[in-house]
């Protein structure tokens, strides 16, 4: 038998009879090209794993436990978790394959390459100060009337671990104390100049994350214009989550040139979340204090998110909010309980409120009074949720 072929798994337990017995049962089901088992001496057991159809497996394992001794029943269950705790695998039809799923087909010396190519080559040479410092206690869980841009000033250099925000869109639409569709220069210059104190607070290896629609019908690319600026800052383009809002919001009837190629118009049903990190990839942060689940986790990196628009805005009397659960998967995914998370277009507090409820720390900006008393009078009834535990401490899954 070729073992490099195999992935090994190594299990101490008192080796007998009746154990090489259940052992020679189970394993004769499957291929020795798929998995066998050796005994190593009288304390080890070695299973070798190619691939497995995983669910087979602990279905058969688990209806053997209720005809075996309780030494059998505890070896097999031994063997059941090492095999399931084994996260990196492919598939294969039914099977999870263990072994050389990940190999290289097509790009030789990837990781050579990556260095010769150089990655996020526009953000290498950034000078952002590795020291990070706290925020003081009065912006602390704080939604704050002002101007961002006067506000922010008043905010330490990296502070902020997440900031997760969505500007005015410049369409026009009846902000209470913010004039919406202005030129568009003096649009961007403004937004430039909050989003340079935004990337002044970001911790070192924090994020800004900025939910953007353009405005299709002024042939604005609002996504990638913001983009290009983070990008000469010096922040690192971390990816692009496409939110598929399933809805057609153009209230005119426009295919543009009906049934010609001449000028069709573009329909989308979607807006973007750009997200760019400061220094590095990474942020620090301690396992313990991660709350998203496997199966969030698994869900939410694949990069399109399907979620319904806000249907409450009447109820907050704000024209533009996201919901909640665009906020939640955002701070889940990207920030630790106990992290700083920051909105500086604030609106009627989406993003506070989340952060609240998920037990993160908040500061919310925004130019208009009615606005922060709406977020206000939300933060007021929101229940700050706890991860669940079992009894043993292990997060639920
Ligand atoms: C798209 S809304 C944000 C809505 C928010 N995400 C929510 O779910 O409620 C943009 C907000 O930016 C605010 N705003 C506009 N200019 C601002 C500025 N210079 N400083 C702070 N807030 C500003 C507007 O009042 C508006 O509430």
Request: proline share 4%; glycine share 4%; aromatic share 14%.
């Amino acid at each position: 038998m070729n073992e490099e072929k195999y992935k090994i798994i190594t299990i101490n337990h008192l080796v007998n009879n009746k154990i090489i017995n259940e052992l020679d049962r189970l394993f004769s089901r499957y291929p020795t090209e798929d998995i066998y088992y050796k005994i190593e001496n009288a304390n080890t057991i070695k299973i070798y794993l190619n691939q497995l159809d995983f669910s087979d497996f602990k279905n058969t394992t688990t209806l053997r436990i209720h005809f075996i001794d309780d030494n059998t029943k505890l070896l097999l269950k031994k063997i059941l978790t090492k095999i399931e705790s084994i996260k990196s695998y492919g598939l294969k039809g039914r099977k999870r394959v263990y072994v050389g799923y990940d190999q290289e087909r097509k790009v030789r010396n990837r990781k050579l390459k990556e260095v010769i190519r150089k990655k996020y080559y526009y953000a290498q040479d950034h000078n952002f100060s590795k020291k990070n410092n706290e925020v003081p206690k009065e912006f602390i869980n704080k939604i704050i009337v002002g101007d961002s841009e006067e506000v922010l000033k008043k905010l330490p250099d990296n502070c902020i671990d997440l900031i997760f925000t969505s500007p005015p869109y410049n369409f026009g639409l009846d902000y209470e104390n913010h004039k919406d569709g202005i030129n568009w220069n003096e649009y961007f210059n403004k937004l430039f100049r909050i989003f340079k104190e935004c990337i002044r607070v970001l911790k070192y290896g924090a994020r800004i994350i900025v939910n953007v629609q353009p405005l299709f019908s002024d042939y604005i690319p609002i996504h990638h214009i913001i983009s290009n600026f983070f990008m000469e800052n010096k922040l690192i383009w971390k990816g692009e989550i496409l939110w598929e809002k399933h809805n057609y919001n153009c209230k005119y009837t426009a295919w543009g040139s009906w049934k010609s190629p001449s000028n069709p118009y573009l329909k989308y049903t979607w807006e973007f979340l750009e997200i760019f990190s400061k220094g590095t990839l990474k942020h620090y942060g301690k396992q313990e204090n991660a709350d998203i689940t496997a199966d969030e986790f698994k869900k939410w990196v694949y990069a399109k998110w399907d979620i319904a628009p806000e249907y409450n805005m009447k109820k907050y009397g704000h024209p533009a909010m996201f919901p909640e659960e665009l906020a939640e998967r955002v701070i889940k995914l990207f920030s630790f309980r106990g992290d700083v998370v920051l909105d500086p277009f604030n609106g009627a507090g989406t993003t506070c409120v989340v952060a609240k409820r998920l037990g993160r720390k908040y500061i919310g900006i925004d130019i208009s009074e009615e606005y922060c008393k709406k977020a206000e009078e939300r933060l007021r009834s929101v229940l700050i949720q706890l991860p669940l535990f079992d009894k043993g401490g292990k997060k639920y899954e």
